[in-house]
């Protein structure tokens, strides 16, 4: 479908370690129930129309990485976010119970699903449970705020994996998946703050090649009353024009005029259920 696949380099260096440990056969499985997931992921993506950069296989699971500006639309957010675990589980079930008639030793595939299945549906960030517990917190809170807690759950579930690591490896000398696990994923909640920003960025900076490479672009001028919800606007932004909208109250008297820059921001900061007098 024309997705590059990419694999974490510390993915490859654990694989070589894990292989001359004798534990080739199980790499490979797990590979396989990562790709799947993220698979789905993707699917689902194209599904909805949202557009996927590549799909990047991580020492932890893997990550679809979403070209278009999805924390617009929280919804689409849980739906992408759930395909992965869905389908994770879906397969955990079949192929237990499809084992016996297959004679083939599919416990570890079966395993490896389960686990995958349930802890991304944990509710923190970079998991999938994080993204949908984000979608269902932003109206409230904000996307911002909502990020920052759910990055913060991630932080806190990575440490309780290193802490349990460590007393494996101290009581067993059993622990070292725990701790290579927690260590990567408090690393990954704390970049996914920064990810939104990020992504915001990177709208505005693809405007900004195309008004510098053309040296002019056009815009799209839209007319609204105060109460209409910035969601709305949204839907009219486009890649190749700025945005921007001139708010009337009740009695068509203007109020002001607000750009696509500061709209984003607002929904941003104040969530899915903001109108555009909340953004004045």
Not at 7 to 30: D, K, T, W
Not at 60 to 73: H, K, R, Y
Not at 245 to 263: C, K, N, Q
Request: aromatic letters at 12%; charged letters at 15%.
């Amino acid at each position: 479908m024309g997705i590059p696949i990419r694999v974490n380099p510390l993915f490859l260096l654990l694989a070589i370690l894990y292989s001359c440990l004798g534990l080739g056969r199980e790499i490979i499985i797990i590979l396989a129930a990562v790709f799947l997931h993220e698979i789905a992921h993707t699917l689902v993506a194209l599904m909805l129309g949202i557009k996927v950069a590549e799909i990047e296989i991580l020492p932890f699971g893997g990550q679809a990485q979403i070209e278009d500006f999805t924390a617009l639309d929280p919804s689409k957010e849980i739906y992408l976010a759930l395909a992965g675990p869905a389908v994770s589980l879906l397969l955990a079930g079949l192929f237990y119970f499809l084992q016996p008639y297959l004679n083939l030793d599919l416990q570890f595939f079966v395993n490896i699903n389960l686990v995958l299945g349930l802890f991304n549906l944990l509710p923190a960030l970079p998991l999938d449970g994080g993204r949908v517990f984000r979608a269902l917190i932003s109206p409230l809170l904000g996307f911002k705020r909502s990020t920052k807690i759910a990055a913060f759950l991630g932080q806190f579930i990575a440490l309780l994996l290193l802490a349990y690591g460590f007393y494996l490896s101290y009581t067993r000398l059993t622990g070292a998946n725990y701790i290579v696990i927690g260590i990567l994923l408090f690393w990954a909640a704390r970049r996914e703050g920064k990810l939104l920003l990020y992504s915001f960025m990177r709208y505005l900076l693809h405007k900004k090649a195309e008004l510098a490479r053309k040296g002019f672009l056009s815009c799209n001028q839209l007319v609204a009353y105060t109460y209409t919800p910035v969601k709305e606007i949204l839907n009219a932004t486009g890649p190749s024009y700025y945005l921007v909208v001139v708010v009337l109250d009740e009695d068509h008297h203007p109020r002001g005029m607000i750009s696509e820059v500061e709209l984003i921001e607002c929904f941003l900061e104040k969530g899915p259920r903001v109108s555009l007098e909340d953004c004045q």
